[in-house]
Every structure is written in C-alpha cells, then in structure tokens.
C-alpha cells in the first residue's frame, strides 16, 4: 500500500513498532517525562513563547477544534472566521451549537484572504479570529502574515487551526502572536488518529482559567493543571502519545522543524514538477498552495473520484478523494508522512498507465 492521502498518513518504522507493543500503565515518573518531552518539542517546533503550555487531548483534530473554542469564547465575543471550506464550517458548527456570535469572511474560490477584504472588518471591535491556516479539503494555504498583521492592529484574539500545517508550513507562534494554534496526530505528524494538541500562549492560558466552559471531558482548566505533573485528567491515547514522542525525536535529530518543513516543500515541488515535465491532463485551482497537500483537478472532466478508485483498486496507492460538490471535480495528493521522492516516481507512473489506459 501506498498512502498519498491527507492523514492517517505513512508512519516511519520505529513509530510502526511501537504500535506493535503492549501499551504500558500510565500513571508513572516514566509517562510524565516523556510527556514533558513531548509538551516541550511540540513547543519548540511551533516556535511558541517559553510560557506557551500544551494540552494533549484523546480525540481527532475536531475535538480540539470545540475544545479551544469553547475554553476561550463566550456568548459575549464577537468572532471572525474565515470561512473558505469544510474545515471552516466545522468552525463554524461550533459556534453555532455554543452560541458563540460570528461573522464569516469568505475568500474567493482557491484563493487566500486579502488585505481589502479584511479592511472592512477593521476597528470594528471583534474579539476573536478562528482560521484553518491551510484549508487541507482544497489545498489552500492562506496569508497568516496578512491575518496576524490585522489581528495585531485590532487587539484580536488569534485562533489558528494548523491541523494540516504543522510541520509543513513556516510557522512561527510567538512571531505571528497566535493564541492558540491547533494540530492533530494523523497529518504531519504521522502518528495513528486519536490525539489531538493544543498550545496555548500565555494569555490563552490565562483566559481559559478564567472562563467558566460547559464541559467535563474538554475541559481545558483540568488539562492544562493535569500537565504540570505530565498527566492527563482520563487515560489518554497512551500508545498514540508514545508514537508522537518517537516522531518528535526523529524531527529533532534529523534537524529541527525548519528542515522538516523543506523536507516537506521539497516533496511538494518534486511532485508539481513531474506533474508538468509530464504533461499529466490535471489543472491546480489554488492560487496559494500548501507545502503538505497538491489538490488536481482532472483536465479532461473525467470523474475525480473514478481516479481515486481506480489507484485505490488496480494499483493499491490511496489519493485523497474529495466530498460533496467537489467530488467528482478535485482530488488530492498529500505531501506528508513517511514518503520519499522515489515513492512519488510510482504514482506519476500509474497516471501515465492510466492515460495510455484513456481513463485520465
Ligand atoms: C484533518 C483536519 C482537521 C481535523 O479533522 P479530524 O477528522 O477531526 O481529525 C481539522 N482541520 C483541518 C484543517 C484538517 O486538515
């Protein structure tokens, strides 16, 4: 199997292993240091302030999503979304359900934000803007420079889901004075589903101790006082948390975030380009592409979705479909996890197959 999709992702050897082991007690010195480790790397790789706390939640990407929001906004915040895709809905269900009051600001089609369009939400008095750094169902990546810059000059609380970004894009926390900044263990971080992770700057640690949420299991306030001793309120994903520290020991001795990300950038261009040396019938909506992701759409009308299930069925390589309207016009293929340049030679070659076989 060849796994080109957006998460769960390829693993390395060494995280695969451990899912093969028992999964120990974690009620121990043993645990708590190794989440200390995990607390402190997932803080240097975001570039986050040295005060920035980390919270490792047992739960997808989304449970994250609700979690921060609900542990940072009330009923009396007034809050932007940038609202360009699935990931922003889901935004957006949140606050809906919480009743957290909104107003969307939508981008146009495959594009990112723009300095006008923000303009006319400026010195509005908005308390709180959530964004999906790189909007992962159509690749689109968006100016976090631009959005931090407005979020500055408006005293603006800055929420940022990076599920898709971490590791893949720049990304400087402390810089860009980004609150809360959001990832999950199946994207980049290529690790099994299951966790989670929040970092919160010093402020947004603040707040959530002096917000009073409406939720047990989300409980920010448990979480953050559970992990000053390295535990957890309830028995987390243990086994997925052993895997994130091996992970983030490998990016650290292979050189750190920033060669991660050109490691990332790098596939990403390789890809691109073999895309065009080839002339493979696929056109590339998004004017802003991410590092982690290349979204293609078939030239020729062919169904999208009959191309994933071809790959998926004659060739055993998984792309990433796409959902509702877009389904049959957009796929994606994903730049993260444990692939290499060789492994992208063999679904550039199944495309041409494909072509000769006049199915692209
Ligand atoms: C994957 C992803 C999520 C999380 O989805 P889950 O299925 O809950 O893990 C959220 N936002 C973005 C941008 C994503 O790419």
């Keep these: 199997m060849l796994n080109f999709t957006v998460g769960p992702v390829m693993f390395s050897d060494e995280v695969r292993a451990i899912g093969a082991e028992q999964v120990p007690y974690f009620r121990t010195p043993e645990f708590s240091k190794i ?16 005060d920035a706390r980390v919270c490792f939640m047992t ?3 989304t449970a994250s999503m609700e979690a921060a929001v609900i542990n940072i906004f009330t009923k009396k915040d007034n809050v932007l979304v940038i609202d360009g895709g699935s990931f922003s809905h889901r935004f957006v269900e949140i606050l809906e359900i919480h009743e957290i009051p909104y107003t969307l600001i939508k981008p146009e089609f495959g594009c ?4 006008n369009q923000l303009g006319s939400f400026e010195g509005k008095g908005y308390t709180g803007l959530l964004v999906n750094l790189n909007e992962t169902s159509i690749g689109v990546l968006y100016d976090i420079k631009l959005i931090s810059d407005f979020c500055k000059r408006n005293n603006i609380f800055l929420m940022v889901d990076s599920i898709s970004s971490f590791l893949c894009d720049p990304f400087d926390m402390a810089e860009l004075d980004v609150q809360v900044m959001i990832t999950g263990s199946q994207k980049a971080l290529a690790c099994p589903p299951g966790i989670s992770l929040i970092v919160l700057s010093e402020k947004a640690v603040e707040r959530v101790y002096s917000n009073k949420s409406k939720t047990m299991y989300l ?3 448990r979480a953050l006082k559970d992990g000053e001793r390295g535990q957890t309120p309830f028995t987390p994903a243990v086994g997925t948390l052993l895997q994130i520290n091996q992970r983030l020991k490998e990016i650290a001795t292979g050189g750190g975030v920033d060669k991660e ?3 990332v950038g790098n596939l990403a261009g390789y890809f691109r380009r073999k895309i065009k040396e080839h002339n493979l019938p696929f056109e590339i909506i998004s004017k802003t592409l991410p590092n982690s992701v290349t979204p293609l759409s078939p030239a020729s009308g062919k169904s999208a979705y009959d191309i994933f299930t071809v790959l998926k069925d004659e060739y055993q390589i998984w792309i990433c479909p796409n959902g509702g309207s877009l389904k049959d016009k957009m ?11 060789m492994d992208f030679d063999v679904l550039i070659s199944a495309f041409q197959d494909m072509q000769k076989r006049g199915l692209l």
Excluded: Y
């Design 331 to 341: 796929f994606r293929v994903g730049h993260i996890g444990s692939l290499e340049e």
């Design 219 to 221: 409980d920010l306030k």
């Design 59 to 61: 739960g997808s990407g």
């Design 261 to 263: 990300v050109a490691r």
């Design 35 to 50: 989440m200390f480790e995990n607390e402190q790397l997932v803080k240097k790789f975001a570039k986050a302030e040295a």
């Design 112 to 115: 990112s934000v723009t300095e």
